[in-house]
Nanobody, 123 residues
Framework: VQLQASGGGLVQAGGSLRLSCAASERTFSRNTMGWFRRAPGKEREFVAAISWSGGSTTYADSVKGRFTISRDNAKNTAYLQMSSLKPDDTAVYYC?????????????????WGQGTQVTVSS
């Protein structure tokens, strides 16, 4: 397994969770890391991305100001800190690696995918 997402769970609206994505060095090194999510009955959608250096980030409008993406290159791990969670944030969250550079929102540029972790936000 090249990407392993963890940290999901059940949380009440307004609560917080931190997701982690552990990667192999080969998968993590020099790659943009991104988080996507898929809610029941919906398409997979972009959530956030961070460049290799960490100097550039991009967020979906729906999570701006509530979610923060970060990475620790020494640990080959990316994170998604989620705060002020809403029931609409309920989804399976996936981490992915994009070797093409930048912080694209297009899932088609992400070559490696983790298995997903379930986040459920109750009202």
């Amino acid at each position: 397994v090249q990407l392993q997402a963890s940290g999901g769970g059940l949380v009440q609206a307004g609560g917080s969770l931190r997701l982690s994505c552990a990667a192999s060095e080969r998968t993590f090194s020099r790659n943009t890391m991104g988080w996507f999510r898929r809610a029941p009955g919906k398409e997979r959608e972009f959530v956030a991305a961070i460049s290799w250096s960490g100097g550039s980030t991009t967020y979906a409008d729906s999570v701006k100001g509530r979610f923060t993406i970060s990475r620790d290159n020494a640990k080959n791990t990316a994170y998604l800190q989620m705060s002020s969670l809403k029931p609409d944030d309920t989804a399976v969250y996936y981490c992915a690696a994009n070797p093409t550079g930048g912080t694209s929102m297009s899932r088609y540029l992400y070559t490696y995918w983790g298995q997903g972790t379930q986040v459920t936000v109750s009202s």
